[in-house]
């Protein structure tokens, strides 16, 4: 009788150049996700979309990388295990299945954190374009109150004026969204904007005014997450959320304006 030759568990399934291969391709898996998220850190000053569809597209290409290295690596190491010291690779496999898990663990701290701080900024974001929504409609009202109470010719002498003449009936356009605590300045009037024409002090004629020139503007900044930024509409009716250098340009031109338009009488 011809004796029966046992070999190892799973050692008659095991490929011998497919475990090898497997490690190694786990271990270049794991390194690419690796070398991703440094190209990712270098190329981070230079946005190229959304920072929360960046974050979301590198974590799940990293992810990707790094499920797949750490299934190849394990396969690997396992086949290997098995074949009790017939296969190479072991060191590899094992190297690889580190090296997946370090970027999945990479991976999950750096979406957590990111995504996080962005969330943060997306509530201020928003506040800020329903603020220029506010600023839109004071313009509009403005130029509405020419029509109707400056008779073509002069612009209201205050934002007030605009509410208490009716123009605007709703309290919260006057009040910045990002706001908590609106500051209560004019009496029980509360509002977050600034005028060219309370900065004048006197009625503004409408022959004297350039689109160009901003007309109102939140009072104070309300985004510090987003830096010192401050919604602004114009004459013309577009807004911009300008930076502070920006701000301080268009304050400039306001005050220059304002002295150079004041009634001699100081009335």
Same mark, same amino acid.
């Given at each position: 009788?011809?004796?029966?030759?046992? $070999?190892?568990?799973?050692? &008659?399934?095991?490929?011998?150049?497919?475990? /090898?291969?497997?490690?190694?391709?786990?271990?270049?898996?794991?390194?690419?996700? !690796? /070398?991703?998220?440094?190209?990712?850190?270098?190329?981070? *000053?230079?946005?190229?979309? *959304?920072?929360?569809?960046?974050?979301?597209?590198?974590?799940?290409?990293?992810? !990707?990388?790094?499920?797949?290295? /750490?299934?190849? %690596?394990?396969?690997?190491?396992?086949?290997?295990?098995?074949?009790?010291?017939?296969?190479? @690779?072991?060191?590899?496999?094992?190297?690889?299945?580190?090296?997946?898990?370090?970027?999945?663990?990479?991976?999950?701290?750096?979406?957590?954190?990111? !995504? @996080?701080?962005?969330?943060?900024?997306?509530? *201020?974001? =928003?506040?800020?374009?329903?603020?220029?929504?506010?600023?839109?409609?004071?313009?509009?009202?403005?130029?509405?109150?020419?029509?109707?109470?400056?008779? @073509?010719?002069?612009?209201?002498?205050?934002?007030?004026?605009?509410?208490?003449?009716?123009?605007?009936?709703?309290?919260?356009?006057?009040?910045?969204? &990002?706001?908590?605590?609106?500051? $209560?300045?004019?009496?029980?009037? &509360?509002?977050?904007?600034?005028? /060219?024409?309370?900065? =004048?002090?006197?009625?503004?004629?409408?022959?004297?005014?350039? *689109?160009?020139?901003?007309?109102?503007?939140?009072?104070?900044?309300?985004?510090?997450? !987003?830096?010192?930024?401050?919604?602004?509409?114009?004459?013309?009716?577009?807004?911009?959320?300008?930076? =502070?250098?920006?701000?301080?340009?268009?304050?400039?031109?306001?005050?220059?304006?304002?002295?150079?338009?004041?009634?001699?009488? %100081?009335?």
């Amino acid at each position: 009788m011809t004796a029966e030759t046992k $070999h190892p568990i799973g050692a &008659a399934d095991v490929n011998p150049t497919g475990a /090898l291969r497997a490690a190694v391709t786990s271990l270049v898996l794991g390194l690419m996700g !690796l /070398l991703l998220w440094g190209v990712y850190y270098a190329a981070a *000053p230079i946005p190229a979309g *959304p920072a929360v569809e960046r974050v979301l597209a590198f974590s799940s290409v990293a992810t !990707l990388l790094g499920v797949a290295a /750490l299934f190849l %690596g394990i396969t690997a190491w396992n086949r290997i295990r098995q074949s009790v010291g017939r296969l190479a @690779g072991r060191d590899t496999a094992v190297a690889a299945v580190y090296v997946a898990g370090i970027l999945l663990l990479m991976t999950v701290v750096f979406t957590w954190r990111n !995504l @996080g701080q962005e969330l943060q900024r997306a509530r *201020p974001q =928003a506040n800020s374009v329903r603020s220029r929504s506010n600023l839109t409609m004071i313009a509009k009202s403005a130029h509405t109150w020419l029509s109707r109470k400056g008779h @073509g010719q002069f612009y209201p002498p205050s934002l007030k004026s605009l509410f208490n003449d009716g123009v605007i009936t709703e309290r919260r356009t006057f009040v910045c969204p &990002a706001d908590s605590e609106p500051r $209560h300045e004019q009496g029980s009037f &509360a509002c977050d904007y600034d005028s /060219l024409f309370d900065r =004048a002090g006197s009625r503004i004629s409408r022959q004297a005014i350039q *689109p160009e020139l901003p007309l109102a503007w939140e009072n104070r900044d309300f985004y510090p997450l !987003l830096g010192d930024r401050r919604s602004v509409v114009f004459f013309d009716g577009h807004t911009e959320f300008v930076t =502070a250098d920006r701000f301080r340009e268009l304050m400039k031109t306001a005050d220059k304006w304002v002295e150079q338009h004041r009634p001699k009488d %100081g009335r």
